[in-house]
């Protein structure tokens, strides 16, 4: 039990001792700027692929979907704000597509499941490249012509967020 923790620590003290350091311009090591990303809704359908076979088929995203909007509050709708909390947690940013704007179908400023689950099978679909009723790995993946990091600096100036892929 001790020996076979040893390596574990040996890597963690490596870890310890050798603090990250920001690459700096020109560094030889830097990462090349992303070109190929996954959306955040993509990475929510990821997270749904329950049986871990990297396929997540319709009904996993259903199944998956239902399980993040459970509460009987969903039933009626929630306001925009709970919705942002629920994007926050789910998509991993307050502001993540698809937007309340987007969701809320009849625009009464309430958002309920049977909405979300519209807007996000539409979404579900359209990544479904060879319509064959579930998502590959390769199918959640988006190829950027642009790095991200060139995309960022648009965004700030003003240019559209970004948006699921369209094909
Ligand atoms: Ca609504
Ligand atoms: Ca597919």
New binding site residues.
């Given amino acids: 039990m001790i020996l076979a923790a040893l390596p574990v620590m040996a890597a963690l003290a490596l870890t310890q001792a050798a603090p990250a350091q920001p690459p700096r311009p020109g560094d030889p090591y830097r990462a090349a700027p992303a070109t190929i990303v996954a959306e955040p809704v993509a990475l929510l359908f990821a997270g749904f692929d329950r049986d871990g076979d990297g396929r997540t088929t319709l009904a996993e995203m259903r199944a998956g979907l239902r399980a993040t909007a459970s509460g009987a509050e969903w039933a009626t709708g929630v306001g925009y704000l709970a919705f942002a909390d629920w994007a926050a947690r789910y998509l991993g940013d307050r502001n993540g597509v698809p937007t309340p704007f987007e969701v809320d179908r009849n625009g009464d400023n309430r958002i309920t499941l049977a909405e979300l689950e519209d807007r996000v099978e539409a979404l579900f679909t359209r990544y ?9 790995r390769t ?1 959640l993946l988006t190829i950027r012509t642009t790095p991200t990091g060139e995309r960022r600096r648009r965004d700030r100036d003003g240019d559209q967020p970004a948006m699921p892929p369209r094909r």
């Fill in positions: 479904d490249l060879d319509r064959d009723g579930a998502l590959t199918e």
